[in-house]
């Protein structure tokens, strides 16, 4: 059941993290960008996607963790 409990957390996890779009087209690929680059506030959806994915993040640590000590 933790075995099936993790792949679950983990496929919503790669799921939030390629929803997460900080910058469009190849430039931002490879770190260009330049005015496009500047910082920006999240907010809306955005924001409980990050914040989502970032518990996602801790509960799939957490199962890991738990997993080599049972």
């Excluded at 490879?30 to 409980?48: P, V």
């Excluded at 990050?50 to 738990?66: D, G, M």
Aim: hydrophobic fraction near 60%; charged fraction near 15%; charge should be positive.
């Amino acid at each position: 059941m933790l075995i099936i409990t993790e792949i679950i957390v983990a496929i919503v996890l790669m799921i939030l993290i390629l929803l997460q779009e900080r910058s469009s087209g190849m430039s931002g690929l490879f770190g260009g960008g330049g005015a496009d680059a500047s910082y920006q506030t999240r907010r809306g959806l955005e924001k409980i996607i990050f914040w989502s994915t970032i518990a996602l993040a801790v509960v799939f640590a957490a199962l890991a963790i738990l997993k080599l000590i049972v």
